[in-house]
């Protein structure tokens, strides 16, 4: 169990957030304002904490800097913001991940566990921006470039990417692709996985066989 803080000034998205964290597991605290999420965190050790970015009194980024001056404790913001500018200036104040609202709560979730197993590990955050060959991938940026040419994919193209990428070498069921990306209450079929391999790699020209068919299993990013 993780004591979380949730620091939004919306009453709704932190009632969904408490929903979803107890359901897992959690301990949850809240707070309306960035000026109540700073006090509480100099009173309190808190595991995480998802804050959102447009809050009176204090927004999400000086909340942030101010609590990084007294605590170390893993922070997930939250924002309708989704500007490269701003998940690069968030990442520089020292966050470890960007939701863009609207969110899945289930997907929200899966980030909050991925974090907090990371830190209770030990293991340094993974690397934010990869290379391959010409192939350059900036996950918090959400852009993809090849030899220096931007390159414009989809929302879920971009998804799937990343998902690959960040399990690279790793065997992934069609099955498994769907249920983690497009989540379990999908409805369609595999089918739709086939789909989005093949405009992915049409759209990633010659490293496009970075994306590697396992006849009968599924897919995986090897380069």
């Known amino acids: 169990m993780a004591k979380i803080l949730i620091a939004d000034d919306e009453q709704k998205i932190r009632e969904v957030v408490r929903e979803y964290s107890e359901f897992n597991g959690h301990e949850v605290a ?22 959102d970015i447009m809050m009176p009194k204090l927004d999400g980024y000086s909340a942030c800097k101010e609590i990084r001056k ?16 701003d998940k690069l200036f968030g990442f520089e104040l020292g966050i470890d991940d960007y939701v863009v609202k609207p969110f899945s709560p289930k997907e929200l979730m899966a980030r ?9 590990s030990g293991e340094p955050p993974a690397p934010q921006v990869l290379a391959f060959d010409g192939l350059e991938i900036n996950i918090p940026a959400r852009t993809v ?10 929302p879920k193209e971009y998804d799937l990417l990343f998902y690959l990428v960040e ?5 992934l069921s069609r099955d498994k692709l769907l249920s983690d990306i ?26 496009r066989d970075f994306i590697v068919t396992l006849r009968g299993v599924g897919y995986k990013f090897e380069a």
Do not use: Q
């Open 112 to 120: 909050v566990n991925a974090v907090l197993s990371r830190r209770s």
């Open 70 to 85: 007294v605590k170390d404790t893993p922070i997930i913001m939250l924002s309708a913001r989704s500007e490269e500018y």
């Open 145 to 154: 470039t090849i030899d220096g040419e931007k390159v414009d994919l989809t």
């Open 167 to 171: 399990n690279r070498n790793i065997a």
């Open 30 to 51: 809240e707070a309306a304002d960035g000026m109540t999420a700073v006090g509480l965190c100099k009173l309190n050790d808190y595991d995480l904490i998802i804050m």
């Open 182 to 207: 497009w989540g379990y209450d999908f409805f369609g079929d595999d089918r739709t996985i086939d789909t989005h391999i093949k405009n992915l790699r049409n759209n990633l020209g010659k490293y």
